[in-house]
């Protein structure tokens, strides 16, 4: 069986990207096969089909890891939203017909019809509440952002009567934080603020909007 494809046939513009016809994948026993109905063009991805030219040290290394004149896997694409089509045999995470969304990391294979990432990637059922669409473009930035915050220590554990000083003063900063699923994920975020004790700021272009709609404290 074949399915469309977008195959990076080398690093550099975006025209070493082909619309071609290849082999469909099938499952292996804990993978499952996802027909995509949407995915997003990352940060990453364009990183990596020009070549990581981020510097020497990064290039090499980059190179190293994932092709030195191409990609070892030509089909680029970190994150992708769709439907179970076949699952393999010790799969218990998903079933054929779940609509999923997540993020296969250097898996990549979104750019194409179909793909096969292992169940235990970060990916979830879709909530009914989502498109396709809007579903694609949340894992790579929200999961960044969430890794960033966690590795900073935010939000912190609920503070001790020791350390209220500390965590009363703490504050973070939103950028761009008009910007649509960012500010969705900014107004989350708020939740925790109060128990937290973190003091949201953000910079914006439209800053009476923003303090209307995201409740910043601060806006730059």
Known sequence: MRMKAVLCTGYGPPEVLQMREVA?????K???CIRIIATAVTASDCIVR?????????????RLAIGVTAPRQPILGMVVAG????IG???SRFKPGDRVFGMGGFHFGGYAEYVCWPQDAVLAVLPGNLTYEEAAAIPYGGL????ILSNAGWPPRWPTSFDLW???SDWYLCRAASQRYRGRRYRRMQRYEHRAGAVPRSNCGYRLHQRELHGSERTL
């Open 89 to 91: 045999a010790d799969v």
């Open 50 to 62: 020009a070549g990581f030219r981020l510097g020497f040290p990064y290039q090499v290394i980059g």
């Open 30 to 32: 804990t993978e499952i």
């Open 83 to 86: 439907e179970v089509a076949t």
């Open 166 to 168: 500390r965590f009363w």
């Open 144 to 147: 960044l952002a969430g890794r």
């Open 24 to 28: 469909r994948p099938f499952p292996k």
